[in-house]
């Protein structure tokens, strides 16, 4: 006799204990929903998307974006040239800032990716043309209002919501309840409050099957303090003003320039450093202006406040080496966040790390294999290579932690809430994954399951 207890499928596309191209298939009863479609990082090969072929007989009905960082949407043209037809679904502010971002995914996809591994046309749809073609055929929904999925070969709606991740503005974590059953997946999350945006507002009811991100599972939340990085960070600042040098900051363009900046202005309101001039500019000022748009209609700490609202002056991307943060003290925000060659930062380090008084301020994740991670682990005066360059510094260097992810305990504490029946760890290595469940194990009653899935395998949830 076949089983009427509700049953779900689902295939981890990408992001089994790795961040890398994040993409989840849910199928509920021949609805296919995909989460996410990113782009590896660093992997360069066939490996850098989300492995799509895993489900080829499987129904795909829409898909479902968290947020716009590259490592959720970078694979969006790959993954709609062999999937048309997919209902494109995420937040406004989302949308918009998905458009832009696409646009630097091209050139990416250009400059480093071996075209010679792919089936033809497979990376055709990485033009300028579709980033904006996709912004206008976007379903978009706010948090909190649900919409309707029902697939071709489904025969029951899927009720998705999308929920505040706090995680950078737009982001989102989704509820999918289907028969009875309930599917949340966290996207990225951070629970706390930043400086521009909220925490994460997510449902507080149990949940059958929870996706969970896991970037921080094995940090606690001393190591991730905003208040002691934001101490030390003005104290850096000071220091480096005192003996009249500039000091550089690289960072992302999405998330990371816009909470700076509204970190950098509070600290210059407050008076605990100096209101240098900040300059800024390239791809983090145009997010930025699409952030602001969305000042009321998106969370934030201060509903209306603009970025804009920040004194800030245009890098000049024409002559940068001949901008005024050489001969008065200034605070420069340029991308790329990892100081990847050919980009802003990675040029105005080669200047800064040739004077004695001047200082760079590394604020987010370094990839051990970027020119960032080299120069942020440099002694002063030795050797090392930085790009395809041996150099010296002799400039200050200083690494901050403003992580964007939930520590472990605020992890732990949403997982003990909704106490899902199957708990899946993604989105972080091996070592936070296994931290974290770990951890889990004891908070979770009788019965539940942990799963640190394996990337394109099939797993079923049967509701009890
Ligand atoms: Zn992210
Ligand atoms: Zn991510």
Known sequence: MQSQKPMIH?????????????????????????????????????????????????????????????????????????QPYL????????????????????????????????????????????AEYISTVFETYSYKEPFEIIGRRGLMPVKCTFFDAGHIPGSSGILCEWNGLSVFHTGDVQFKKQTLIPGASFPKHHIDVLFCESTNGAKESEELSFATSKAELAKFINAISNQNGSI?????????????????????????????????????KKISAIVDRYCYTSPRIKPGFEIADIPQIDIPYDDIEKGPYFSTPSIVIASSGMMNPGTISYKLAHSWMQKRNYGIAFIGWQDPDAPGYALSHSEPNQKFMFGPHAVKRQCAIKNFRFSAHACKEDLLGFIEQ??????????????ACESLAASASNIMHDGMKILLPMQGKKYSFEKE
């Open 10 to 82: 689902f295939n981890v596309l990408g992001g089994a204990e790795q961040i890398g191209a994040n993409s989840t298939f849910l199928n509920f009863g021949g609805t296919g929903i995909i989460v996410d479609a990113g782009l590896h990082p660093k992997n360069r090969s066939v490996h850098a998307f989300p492995s799509i072929h895993s489900i080829e007989d499987e129904p795909t009905d829409a898909l479902l974006i968290t947020h716009a960082h590259t490592d959720h949407i970078g694979a969006l043209p790959y993954i709609l040239k062999e």
């Open 87 to 130: 209902r494109l679904i995420t937040t406004a502010l989302t949308r918009d800032i998905t458009s832009v971002m696409l646009q630097n995914t091209n050139k990416l996809i250009r400059e480093q990716i071996d075209i010679s591994q792919f089936k033809q046309d497979a990376l055709s749809l990485y033009t300028k043309e579709t």
């Open 248 to 284: 550089l900051i690289p960072s992302f363009a999405l998330g990371k320039t816009q909470e700076i900046l509204c970190i950098i202005f509070e600290m210059q309101q407050k008076g605990l450093i100096p209101t240098l001039p900040i300059f800024s500019g390239g791809m983090g």
């Open 418 to 431: 909704v106490q899902p029946k199957l708990l899946v760890l993604l989105h972080g290595d091996q070592e």
